[in-house]
């Protein structure tokens, strides 16, 4: 036994030894001067054209510590005033002390913290070091920013949806490169989004299963029981009739759902007044669906619905909005609450009208009416 308690006092004044050098060591790590950062450009607007081009270059001084240490140094982003409280990063090698960031990076940066597209935005950046958990700060700068509104394609998440029905619909049958995606607009394992799927008689028509990366490594199908539970390598699932489906995924939870959603246009605007809808047929060369020619009166509203019913249908954000002809805007879907109140679309001026709905990004459904 007193052996044992000997044994027990040497461990326990072993890790005391450990801890105290732990804390040792962090106390010695100490900033003796601080970084130091400029930019070759106090403004600057950004372009989607120029988006791999070198927009703004920054140089800086690392800052010293009172031991040799091998730091993660990184540009920091944020809104004037925020105090860095949501902000962005761009890493660098920690052997830099000048780097060039593109037009396409800073965007993203932008969209990320929040800047205002197409008007100029106070932005400060700062040099972030980095020592284990421990970070130290240059000064902070001030660059104006005029970003662009981003492709929303290039900004969220996604997955793909490869089956047999993609070819008629203006992909590539079983080609995860080529296919239909799911987007998830809050940038996290939920995916959901619409998909038109044809299911002319044959072998594979109507089926599709979900993979990640546009490649097939990874690929989830129905676990077998057709209960909405997915596993990996599953089996195909198949739509039960053509039309457009609303199909969501939680890729983190093995789970998902298909609704049928087949939209028309409908209100006192329209010939049928809110009796009855107009339907969209999907075109495949587009990847859009339209209406080629509606007459539209200039006193009334309209607004979209799925299956003859208010379940799922497409509203402006908040208001009424009056529409430009040939100008798409972003139209938003009521079921996933992201409208305010029941607002209507509207037109100017009276007349027919070709309107079309691109919804292959659920991050941005694309609403254009165009005089004819």
């Known amino acids: 036994m007193k052996n044992l308690f000997k044994i027990l006092a040497l461990v326990f004044t072993g890790l005391l030894v450990l801890s105290c050098e732990k804390?040792?060591?962090?106390a010695v790590v100490n900033e003796t001067s601080a970084g130091k950062i400029a930019a070759d450009k106090s403004s600057i607007v950004l372009n989607e054209l120029n988006a791999n081009d070198a927009v703004i270059t920054f140089t800086w001084?690392?800052?010293?510590?009172?031991?040799?240490?091998?730091?993660?140094?990184?540009?920091?982003?944020?809104?004037?005033?925020?105090?860095?409280?949501?902000?962005?990063?761009?890493?660098?090698?920690?052997?830099?002390?000048?780097?060039?960031v593109t037009h396409a990076a800073m965007n993203a940066a932008m969209f990320s913290i929040g800047a205002v597209p197409?008007?100029?935005?106070?932005?400060?950046?700062?040099?972030?070091?980095?020592i284990g958990p421990a970070a130290f700060y240059s000064n902070v700068i001030t660059v104006k920013v005029t970003p662009y509104t981003p492709n929303p394609d290039l900004v969220y998440p996604k997955i793909?949806?490869?089956?047999?029905?993609?070819?008629?619909?203006?992909?590539?049958?079983?080609?995860?490169?080529?296919?239909?995606?799911?987007?998830?607009?809050?940038?996290?394992?939920?995916?959901?989004?619409?998909?038109?799927?044809?299911?002319?008689?044959g072998v594979d028509d109507g089926k599709y299963k979900f993979s990640i990366n546009e490649d097939w490594p990874g690929n989830k199908g129905d676990d077998g029981t057709n209960s909405?539970?997915?596993?990996?390598?599953?089996?195909?699932?198949?739509?039960?009739?053509?039309?457009?489906?609303?199909?969501?995924?939680?890729?983190?939870?093995?789970?998902?759902?298909?609704?049928?959603?087949?939209?028309?246009?409908?209100?006192?605007?329209?010939?049928t007044g809110w009796g009855s809808d107009t339907d969209f047929v999907y075109n495949p060369a587009t990847k859009t669906y339209v209406i080629n020619s509606i007459a539209l009166s200039n006193t009334g509203v309209f607004k979209f619905r799925a299956n003859d019913d208010w379940a799922i249908k497409f509203q402006p954000k908040d208001a009424d909005q009056t529409l430009v002809?040939?100008?798409?805007?972003?139209?938003?879907?009521?079921?996933?609450?992201?409208?305010?109140?029941?607002?209507?679309?509207?037109?100017?001026?009276?007349?027919?009208y070709k309107i079309e709905l691109d919804l292959h990004n659920s991050a941005y459904y694309k609403l254009t009416v165009t005089k004819l």
């Open 160 to 201: 793909n949806v490869p089956g047999s029905y993609a070819g008629a619909a203006g992909y590539a049958n079983w080609t995860p490169s080529n296919s239909p995606n799911l987007f998830s607009p809050e940038k996290n394992d939920k995916y959901r989004g619409f998909i038109w799927i044809n299911t002319v008689t």
């Open 61 to 100: 001084t690392k800052p010293t510590f009172s031991i040799a240490v091998v730091p993660n140094q990184k540009l920091e982003f944020g809104i004037k005033g925020n105090s860095f409280k949501k902000s962005a990063t761009i890493d660098f090698s920690n052997d830099m002390t000048s780097g060039a």
């Open 325 to 352: 002809s040939g100008t798409g805007v972003q139209s938003y879907l009521s079921s996933e609450g992201t409208v305010t109140g029941d607002p209507g679309y509207k037109v100017s001026q009276a007349g027919n």
């Open 118 to 130: 197409d008007a100029v935005n106070d932005i400060e950046v700062r040099l972030k070091t980095s």
């Open 23 to 26: 804390d040792e060591d962090q």
């Open 228 to 271: 909405g539970k997915l596993k990996a390598d599953g089996e195909n699932i198949k739509a039960p009739a053509a039309g457009t489906y609303y199909i969501k995924v939680d890729w983190a939870a093995n789970t998902y759902s298909s609704v049928l959603a087949n939209f028309g246009v409908i209100g006192d605007a329209t010939p």
